[in-house]
């Protein structure tokens, strides 16, 4: 038998891509493949919370215990992060979400043409960590920041800019780090400072951010 401390803690957790539709059967995405989100919906559950999982499109199946909502946009991610967030006392933002969606996609299948297609008008997406931040109050809020280049200077900008209480900082230029691998090499960047973190396997990292929520949500109380 494991921890359960953090039980009656109810979380928000996003995982995976979101699909960005072009057309009825096109859409932009990127690679993310929802391993990580998904990593610390199962040991949340785990310990105790209530978990409710707001999933964009990935192969995996729901972890024992965890309610998942399954959206396919950012903007329905957007929705449904919000809704649960409600009634939550802490969100977990792990979605790796579309920054742009297509202005304005074709209700019916684009047509191959003679001519070439110079340019997608894209308009930006809503943050939902951002948003979440901005009416957190006393909840608690955590996000993601994968990065290929300053790593921490860009996570620490992000733990300002957005508001969050924590950001959890990954080097995807690495390949034991990078969307779809098993294992993670993380820095946990808070006001309190950075946190640096070997390679580990996914429930690891997992771990580590539970027990940093489960500490935040001890400190407010
Ligand atoms: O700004 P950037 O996208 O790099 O920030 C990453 C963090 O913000 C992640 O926690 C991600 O889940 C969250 N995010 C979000 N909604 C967006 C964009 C990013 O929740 N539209």
């Known amino acids: 038998a494991g921890m359960r401390d953090l ?4 979380l928000v957790i996003t995982a995976g891509p979101t699909h960005e539709a072009i057309d009825p059967v096109r859409y932009l995405a ?3 493949t929802g391993k990580m989100g998904y990593a610390i919906a199962a040991v949340a559950a785990a310990r105790g919370a209530q978990v409710t999982l707001v999933s964009g499109p990935t192969s995996l199946c729901a972890p024992a215990g965890v309610r998942r909502t399954d959206v396919v946009s950012a903007a329905q991610m957007h929705a449904a992060a919000h809704a649960a967030f409600e009634d939550a006392d802490a969100a977990v933002c792990c979605a790796a979400v579309a920054d742009y969606t297509p202005a304005a996609p074709a209700d019916h299948k684009l047509k191959k043409s003679a001519e ?19 009416r957190k109050g006393d909840r608690v809020v955590v996000g993601f920041a994968a990065e290929t ?8 900008q992000k733990l300002r800019s957005k508001g969050a209480d ?5 080097d995807v230029s690495r390949a034991d780090s990078t969307f779809g ?3 993670s090499r993380v820095a946990l960047v808070s006001a309190s400072g950075v946190e640096q973190h070997e390679t580990l396997p996914l429930a690891q990292v997992a771990d580590l951010v539970c027990d940093r929520v489960r500490d935040l949500l001890g400190a407010r109380a």
């Open 30 to 32: 990127n690679a993310s």
């Open 116 to 134: 070439p297609l110079h340019a997608l008008e894209l308009v930006q997406t809503a943050d939902i960590l951002a948003d979440l931040c901005a």
């Open 181 to 183: 691998s098993d294992t």
């Open 7 to 10: 039980a009656g803690a109810r």
């Open 166 to 170: 924590l950001i959890v900082a990954n």
């Open 149 to 156: 280049d300053d790593l921490l200077a860009h996570a620490s």
